[in-house]
């Protein structure tokens, strides 16, 4: 997949019994290199007669291929949603061309996408064309984030049809708040395995003390076609045995669950830990080489930073530690509010970077070295405080 702004994935898979390879039926990356923005032929264009916002009046096209980088000329299809008249939604469509469906699969769905701001645009299917009245199902809506999303939506009612897909921009943009573009990549329609999951990854602290317990979050994606509703998983500390468990999940395809799994170190040095994940009650995994990370911790007799206690357990994690000029932050909550306390005591209020999925950066490289107190506030109202300690290159 390409590293750019967003990404679109439209996949088929299989319902069947079993697993099958994954076996693409159809893909477009909007590579082309066209000239004036133009999409590839085959596909449809409908537009409206609204104004773009002036920021945005360079884009004049309902929908258009966007290069995000203009050197390696990396397509992606964009349309622009912050239009004049504020109080009129769009209705921008883009429309594949026409996709047949084999009759012994049922599929799905699956996208990549960015949007700015806020709004769904709309995801829509027909069987006879692709006037805008002939696309009578919708499928659900996208949700635009200021990041990359993952998403899938059923197409299991029209096995053995050829269907037209439509991505509908039709943001609405009130108050201030709109989904000034909404870009989607690499349209893509194949076979998918029932069942796969995969470990995709693992945020453990990399100082811990011996005989505390210490939390790390798993990071799971279900690749399969099937809702994952519980799922096994497993940590190994050493040369001791896996503590294996259930745990109650809801990934849809292509979606993404974080499990926390707290152990507790009793060796001092370098441990290794071995986490690892998998289908409940047997079930069949289309591939368990991506079902398993193998971490270092280093476990002291003290803690890293000796200040005062704080919360054991705790759900958000900050790494690396000890750091040099910034940190990453990963919650199970969104992270509301922040203030960080120097060794004198003095507390005072930091702004963090989102980076989107839980993920949050502080930089803390004018700070001098010292150990510090983080205190996070998060959505639920809980306050967790970390330790962290900055040290010299």
């Known amino acids: 997949m390409k590293k750019t702004l967003s990404f679109l994935l439209v996949a088929m898979m299989t319902m069947m019994a079993g697993s099958v390879q994954s076996q693409s ?18 596909w449809t264009v ?6 773009n916002h002036p920021a945005y009046e360079q884009y004049n096209q309902s929908w258009q291929v966007w290069y995000p980088g203009a050197s390696d000329r990396t ?21 594949t061309p026409r996709i047949a469906l084999p009759a012994d699969s049922a599929m799905s769905l699956v996208l990549w996408q960015y949007g700015m701001g806020l709004g769904q645009p709309s995801v829509k299917v027909s069987t006879t064309g692709t006037d805008p009245a002939d696309f009578t199902t919708l499928l659900g809506n996208i949700t635009t984030q200021s990041y990359r999303q993952q998403e899938c939506f059923s197409l299991a009612a029209f096995v053995g049809d050829s269907i037209y897909i439509a991505f509908v921009n039709d943001v609405v943009h009130t108050n201030g708040h709109c989904s000034q573009f909404v870009a989607l990549d690499d349209i893509e329609v194949k076979h ?21 317990p210490v939390t790390a979050i798993l990071k799971v994606t279900n690749y399969g076609g099937n809702h994952v509703s519980s799922l096994t998983y ?33 060796s001092l040095g370098e441990e290794t830990i071995e986490f690892s994940v998998g ?3 047997g079930a069949d995994d289309y591939d368990t080489s991506d079902n398993r990370f193998v971490r270092t911790l280093t476990v002291l007799e003290e803690p890293p930073v000796n200040i005062q206690t704080v919360e054991e357990c705790n759900p958000v994690i900050v ?44 930089d803390l490289t004018a700070r001098p070295q010292a150990p510090y107190l983080l205190t996070i506030t998060t959505a639920d109202g809980r306050q967790h405080t970390v330790r962290l300690l900055k040290q010299s290159d």
Not at 196 to 212: F, G, K, R, Y
Not at 245 to 266: E, K, L, M, R, S
Request: with cysteine.
């Open 319 to 362: 790494y690396p530690n000890p750091f040099q000029d910034k940190v990453s932050i990963q919650t199970m909550e969104e992270a509301t509010a922040a203030w960080l306390t120097d060794p004198t005591g003095r507390r005072e209020e930091v702004s963090l970077t989102c980076d989107g999925h839980g993920q949050y950066t502080l």
């Open 75 to 95: 397509g992606e299809a964009m349309s622009v949603t912050f239009t004049v008249d504020t109080w009129e939604p769009c209705n921008r469509w883009l429309i």
């Open 234 to 266: 497993s940590c190994q500390v050493g040369d001791n045995a896996p503590n294996e468990h259930t745990a109650t999940v809801n990934i849809w395809p292509y979606g993404t669950a974080n499990i926390n799994v707290t152990f507790v170190p009793t």
């Open 46 to 51: 409908y537009g409206d007669t609204l104004t």
């Open 279 to 281: 289908m409940p009650n």
């Open 25 to 42: 039926l159809f893909f477009e990356d909007f590579n082309s290199d066209t000239l004036n923005g133009a999409l590839p032929a085959g």
């Open 192 to 212: 998918l395995p029932q069942n796969s999951i995969a470990l995709v990854d693992v945020v453990l602290p990399e100082q811990a003390t011996v005989n505390q």
